[in-house]
């Protein structure tokens, strides 16, 4: 039997976090189906909050067996957001299984810590230039990894004018692309909320796999 996975993320490019879904299904033996609603296909504009979300996807129709719901810390406690989650979907999809994701304090705290990741992404594998990146459980205490993120990759692809702007009109596809190359055991295993995010994500797939 296929398992029916709901990915809610907060933007378009975290939807980099389905294979790494996929592939936590896998290790654990489970055939899954993951879908990203198009909220494009509804009439009315969706909101951005994750109430709005969840009440959106279940309004394009479909039933599911777990929902994946991604939404970043930001500057309050994680366990806040998980919260915002949990009650969301009680009030707005009941009896649907959940798991929450977020990333301290962004997601893009995950993707800090693989240099040799963001200098490919970057166009630059083998460049040299310092990015001083931070260093373990340091990605989760920046104040704006998103900034960081941005930066370092206009730094480490060593292009200049008109080129470096061209490039930086693209980092959504960047950090996108980044997200699906992370490597799950890379440096970002040593994060506490990546290692919540796939802890919580087997525990809900063992009890799918029954």
Not at 42 to 65: E, F, Q
Not at 75 to 90: F, H, L, S, T, Y
Not at 185 to 200: H, N, Q, T, Y
């Amino acid at each position: 039997m296929t398992a029916r996975v709901l990915f809610i993320g907060e933007g378009s490019s975290d939807n980099g976090l389905v294979p790494h879904v996929e592939s936590i299904a896998v290790r654990k033996g489970l055939d899954i189906s993951v879908t990203v609603p198009d909220f494009g296909l509804l009439r009315l504009p969706t909101g951005h909050s994750v109430p709005d979300k969840i009440r959106a996807a279940r309004a394009l129709g479909g039933s599911y067996d777990l929902a994946v719901v991604q939404r970043d810390a930001d500057r309050g406690p994680a366990q806040d957001r998980r919260d915002e989650i949990e009650k969301a979907v009680e009030a707005e999809w009941p009896g649907l299984r959940h798991v929450a994701v977020v990333p301290v304090r962004m997601l893009e705290a995950w993707l800090l810590l693989d240099e040799a990741c963001l200098r490919h992404v970057a166009e630059n594998p083998r460049g040299r230039i310092g990015l001083d990146l931070p260093k373990g459980g340091a990605a989760e205490n920046i104040a704006d990894p998103k900034q960081l993120l941005k930066d370092s990759l206009a730094r480490a692809s060593e292009y200049k004018g008109r080129r470096l702007a061209q490039f930086q009109k693209r980092f959504s596809q960047h950090r996108l692309r980044m997200l699906e190359l992370l490597d799950p055991e890379g440096p970002v295993a040593c994060l506490p909320s990546w290692r919540a995010f796939v802890e919580d994500l087997d525990a809900a797939f063992e009890v799918l796999n029954g």
